[in-house]
């Protein structure tokens, strides 16, 4: 394939304007034609990017010949559009989180393996430098044993926000709360970093927002490895603080800030090992310059590493090969989140399967 590979859009909410964006500044892709239920959101995205405009998702797939169709519905929407657009022949890609329930994604799995097309879900910092030069080092088991794997996100949403949509922090289209809709990212970062959660006990409440789904929530988690690890999130800290994932093992450490590197240390690269109490005061500097604007703002969203996502779906078009971010590896952190809701719900030790 060397002409430009086409793409639509169902979906021009905010998410909807970040993949245009982002579909805009790969030379090799072209955006054709985008939907949407609110007409004046479809006709205002298209006459942007000057593509043709639909109010309806199946007029998109009927009319226009797509190489991939991008789902930036409201999560619970998600199954539903992809399959759409997968039944239809298109290659998929489909915003965080996969969908909000395990039937639905194993029924978009079947869907893709029935109809042989791609399958990618949005985990763009997965793209990320930092991500990729701690997998390499995990990989390469450089700090050793892993014992703890930490990820805070404690951000900050006004209830204008959760106004501002009537499925925003509801369970049937947005599946949740900080966890489903803000979180995810950092819970699949580190379940890919620290390996597959094995068993979760955990707590969620409402404590700031009039909302139906939770604003805060905390989770002890043991990863298959035997590692030990926290999950803590809520939308409820003013003015929004930038999430941290830390990953500690016993031949190093590393933690990811704002997502960049903001401390590595390797036993390997040391000249002296250190002491019986450690290394005093070697402590994690805090990182320069940090943007902590998606925090607060979710509209702030860069579309760079969106791009990167996308790229790697029009090289595996082109290559013949999976995307790096397929539906099983996109299923887990929801996998993790539901697994989190089912311990808060029951006071029991949840165990994945």
């Not at 030069?133 to 900050?156: C, D, F, M, S, Y």
């Amino acid at each position: 394939m060397t002409a430009k590979i086409r793409f639509g859009i169902i979906g021009c909410g905010v998410i909807g304007l970040t993949h245009a964006a982002a579909i805009q500044s790969l030379p090799d892709a072209e955006l054709i034609a985008v939907a949407d239920v609110i007409p004046a959101s479809a006709h205002k995205l298209a006459e942007q990017y000057h593509v043709t405009a639909y109010e309806n998702a199946q007029e998109l797939l009927t009319h226009e010949h797509l190489d991939v169709v991008e789902i930036c519905t409201p999560s619970g929407m998600h199954g539903e559009f992809a399959i759409l657009a997968m039944r239809a022949g298109c290659n998929v890609i489909v915003e965080k989180p996969m969908e909000i329930t395990h039937e639905r994604m194993l029924e978009m799995l079947a869907v893709q393996r029935e109809t042989g097309v791609k399958l990618a879900v949005v985990s763009q910092h997965r793209f990320d430098e930092a991500s990729i030069q701690v997998h390499k080092l995990l990989t390469e088991r450089a700090l050793g044993r892993l014992v703890l794997g930490n990820a805070a996100i404690p951000w900050w949403r006004s209830q204008q926000y959760y106004d501002s949509g009537a499925w925003r922090g509801t369970r049937e289209l947005d599946g949740g709360g900080i966890l489903m809709n803000q979180s995810i990212h950092a819970i699949d970062i580190l379940q890919w970093l620290m390996g597959r959660v094995k068993t979760i006990k955990a707590y969620t409440d409402t404590l700031v927002h009039d909302m139906e789904t939770e604003d805060v929530a905390v989770a002890v988690l043991r990863f298959e490895s035997g590692a030990l690890g926290t999950i803590s999130a809520t939308t409820g800290a003013y003015p929004g603080v930038t999430t941290r994932i830390e990953v500690y093992g016993n031949q190093g450490s590393a933690i990811i800030e704002a997502d960049k590197l903001g401390y590595l240390h390797l036993a390997r690269d040391e000249q002296e090992a250190a002491g019986a109490y450690g290394g005093g005061g070697n402590q994690a500097a805090p990182v320069e310059s940090v943007d902590t604007s998606t925090t607060s703002d979710p509209a702030a969203l860069s579309a760079n590493t969106h791009a990167l996502q996308i790229a790697d779906m029009m090289a595996a078009i082109r290559e013949g090969r999976a995307p790096l971010v397929d539906g099983e590896a996109a299923r887990h952190p929801v996998e993790i989140i539901l697994g989190i809701y089912e311990s808060a719900r029951t006071g029991k030790e949840i165990t994945l399967s």
